[in-house]
């Protein structure tokens, strides 16, 4: 028997019980083994939650960039739409116009507000979009050219559009 064990790569001596038993001598893991598969483990499953972090971050650093941008974006949007066919304009500075629409008596008013940009109809606020640090409009009244700059930014991102709009009703012949 022992011939057998040396070929299995075991170098153990068993015994014969005393009911006529084989027994062999019992093997475990040492302390230092199981050291080292703990050790192993650890690392591993560190290295895995390392790459599970990291993607998390990214992906809400994605989420609060892209969320500024579609922010900037709706604003910019609105305002052209509101203003694209403004009868009367005014520049009340350059982060403030006022404006009436054709066929309305009612006065209109963008305009930022702190961080926000808001529009006001009949003197009622609507928040319109936040986290916007710059609104800047300029009018060309020669080529009846709206110009406006809008700015947004976090604590990480910034996002700019700059946009030139055009008033057919504002233009001079």
Partial sequence: MSGFFRLCGKDRKDDWGSAGKFIAAEQGFTLLECLAAVTVFT???????????????????????????????????????????????????????????????????????????????AGTETKIAYDIQTLIFNWDAGRGILYFDLVGSDSNYNYAVNTALRLPNLMRE
């Fill in 43 to 121: 690392i591993l499953l560190g290295t895995v939650l390392g790459f599970y972090l990291f993607g998390v971050n990214k992906f809400q650093a994605a989420v609060e960039q892209l969320d500024l941008q579609q922010n900037v974006r709706v604003a910019a949007d609105l305002i052209t739409r509101e203003l694209r066919y403004a009868r009367t304009l005014h520049l009340r500075s350059s982060a403030d116009v006022t404006y009436r629409l054709p066929g309305d008596g009612t006065s209109y008013r963008i305009r930022q507000k702190n961080n926000e940009i808001v529009l006001l109809i």
